[in-house]
């Protein structure tokens, strides 16, 4: 899913094309992506894009007339930019926004059709779409610090959840917590002071990071190769590979349709934290650390 620095490149891109100028028509292909009703969808035809911003995962376009097109990727949706006069948007496109300069097309590459489009009429609607979690990279540590301690939830769980921390998902949370050398499972409850600051600095320096990456990688072009395993991650998306600081293999569990990626030796101490599916599976054969883990992988090739 499009998380922080895929969405603030997003909206980069879109600026320099679209921003200015008039939405001339909104073609929606397919029945589940438009989830409002009321202005229909068809009165952002012709409105002139005043803004974009971001809202957690959120692309908010404001149109003129106290209007707003908020565009939710979920997992598997992307957008792609194509130029005036050059080509057109593919019969398996979900939605397309033609503007004067090109055509934002929206794409979705899953069968569960799970992204959102918004029309909005005033700041009050749309301020209750959103989740209302901290924006890290504009806060100070005072909210943060209160923000963590807010509920009692693993660190992965309190990272990733929307009311609390804003646009930080599946795949920054893991580099977030390697970053600090925390485990993905250990309780906000029992952070020290300092465990909370290193959270801070490396949750803003991980995302910075990012954004700056993101933006070179760009260099100016529309982002067409956002994706959640990134080249150069420390470990998301890096199950078995060797961790970039300690050269231990990087661990996961798998829950539903996400997995947690982590190094032992860099964040639990080389305790292999429990896979509930694996678990049950291996039973007594469960590794409790890294040495454990060797043998494992030695008895099973």
Known sequence: MPEIPDIVTYIEALGTRILGLPLEKIQVASPFLVRSFDPPIERANRKHVIELRRMGKRIVFALEGDLFLVLHLMIAGRLHWLESGKGTPGRRCPAAFYFPSGTLTLTENSTKKRASLHLLQGREALSRLDPGGLEVLDAGFEAFYRTIKRETHTLKRSLTDPRLFSGIGNAYSDEILHASRLSPLKR?????????????????????????????????????????????MAVHGRYRQPCPVCAAPILRIVYAENQTNYCARCQTGDKVL?????????????????????????RRG
């Open 188 to 232: 906000t409850d029992q952070l020290t002071d300092e465990e909370i600051r290193r959270l801070f600095e490396s949750a803003r320096r991980t995302l910075l990071l990012w954004i700056g990456r993101l933006r070179e990688e760009t260099a100016g072009q529309f982002p067409e190769k956002v994706t959640a395993f990134r080249e150069g």
């Open 274 to 298: 429990a896979d509930r599916a694996l678990s049950r599976l291996l039973r007594s054969d469960w590794p409790r650390n890294l040495d454990d883990l060797d043998d494992l992988y030695v």
